[in-house]
């Protein structure tokens, strides 16, 4: 096969891939959106003979012979493409039609059952789905990479080279800088009113002024669009089809606030790479820490701003004139970053949410290692939320059961949520070098941020591993300290330590 013949092939297998992929998206966000929820089992069964009809696509033998030619491509940016495309379908070969198509059912079936069960608190209605997904994952690794520790492989597959060893090492640096000062600021609660936040805030006006959000973030409908779910995602179909969703809690104003501006920054994200990659594995195959330092970057670095929320108060007091009516900018401001351990993640202060993560990390260690009790995971999450954040867990809804990832055996991705928040910090202050970011948000121009953040790194898409993004955006290796310094000096400040 010549290499013309070669590249011929691959576009016409990525074009046949994309289309089911676009597909399959597109049933996915419906079904976590708007689709009834007792039409779930014709759904699922047509979405699992869907997604056995792809992994067809995946493993034709001719397609990874195709790569094979090319992955030698004196082109930098086919051979980065062939890679990823290499690194994924070698991933998926190792695996029989019938494994996935049954991995697959067992996901969506367990999605479903994880939506009641998290509304019921009622974890025994989760936990054998759970069980199935760890024995699959466990299975399918040791199919991948049999010398390799399972969980490895599941972490390099979020985060192109990250290892357990880098990761311990990363949250031995969180445990030993933040868990201090962590206590220290929870020895001060109190000290921030943040109380007015948890008044009865409605869900219509709150959705009036996510579209407010959305306006100043300029999230222009006719490349975005926003739903509600029951925990906030995004899903890029397309380069101009890029979909978010929010979720709504009336005692918490802002946790449907900063769920928007999170998701927002994913969205730029899938809609900002370089439009030569549409439809390819540069685009497709961003690794989750990549994707992540983009919606913290958004959420924290730029949203808990002084400067941004000056643009959206007013509209906010507009709404909730009886709520908000004795509360100023500054106060609102202090009060959205008051730090306080609790127990839901994705509500979770900049502060406290690394030991989330870490939590969840040292399960996912457990499970995979062989040292966590499987029938009492509910009861491991609980006793790991007393000794990192000293809070006692209530019920199973607000526990085990809080977030999505484990319904569809995503072992591996939690960790990128806290490396993700290191290479926004990264980020930053390379871009404070360029912007005077303050003074464009007052002024309204919120785009001047993201435009930095597409020229200096969302452009690149997958091109790069993260350690390579990070240092052609700010022109140092990779360092987790950016991230310990901010937080440091932001909550002794804060908290007047």
Known sequence: MTKEEALTYYDEWQQKYNAYALLLSTASFDAETIAPPAGSNARNEALSFLYGEMHDIETDPKILEVLEVLKDSEDPVLARRVALDRRSLLATACLSKEEVTAFSREQLDAFDDWQIAKHEKDYARFEPHLLKLIEFSKTFAKKREPEKDPYEVYLDDYEEGMTRKDYDEFFELIRKEISPLVKAVAAKDGFIDDSFLHRYYDKERQAKFGKAINEFMAFDPSWGYMGVSEHPFTDGLSLNDVRITTAYEEHDVSQSLYSIVHETGHAYFEHQVSAEYAGTSLHRAISSGMHESQSRFLENYIGRRESFLQNLYPTLQELYPQELKDIGLHEFWKAVNVSRPSLIRTAADELTYPLHILIRYEIEKMIFDGTADLQQLNTLWNRKYKEYL?????????????????????????????????????????MEKDLDIDALLQEGKFTAVTDWLKEHFQKHGARYTFKEAVKLATGEEFSPHYYIDYLKKKYTALYEL
């Open 390 to 430: 000293g809070i006692e867990v209530p019920d199973d809804g607000v526990g085990i059961l809080q977030d999505v990832h484990w319904s569809g055996a995503s072992f591996g991705y939690f960790p990128t949520y806290a490396l993700g928040s290191a290479i926004g910090a990264q980020l930053l202050t390379a």
